[in-house]
């Protein structure tokens, strides 16, 4: 599934540095990018939604997840990853409705111009 997205590297706090973009790109890479963040900075998907870790003899670590997250609850864990530290990270899914969400959003940054570009490329 694809989605439009509105992202920045840096802290919305960061002031000049601050320069969101407007994009589209697959589920798939959005949690790609998500599990190469916990791969530098540590973490996991578990983590962030909430499961807990139990004892395992089995394990590398000696603990793993008490479950299995859900596609969904690993979707959504990649977003809270991809937008911590203060960072910009919406995600709209690519029918009419939200594509109109989508370009409003985008222009309280200024950028419904590239909004639609993106639209328009898609």
């Not at 939604?49 to 997840?65: H, K, L, Q």
């Amino acid at each position: 599934m694809y989605y439009f997205v509105i992202y920045s590297k840096t802290s919305q706090d960061c002031g000049k540095c601050f320069k969101p973009k407007v994009t589209w790109t697959h589920r798939d890479y959005i949690i790609a990018a998500a599990e190469a963040e916990f791969g530098l900075e540590g973490g996991s998907f578990e983590e962030i939604a909430g499961v807990r870790f139990v004892e395992d003899e089995e394990s590398v670590t000696g603990y793993s997840p008490e479950r299995e997250l859900t596609e969904e609850e690993k979707f959504e864990a990649a977003i809270k990853k991809l937008s911590d530290d203060g960072r910009l990270f919406k995600v709209f899914e690519t029918d009419d409705y939200n594509i109109n969400k989508f370009i409003e959003e985008a222009a309280k940054y200024g950028l419904r111009e590239e909004a639609i570009a993106v639209v328009e490329d898609f």
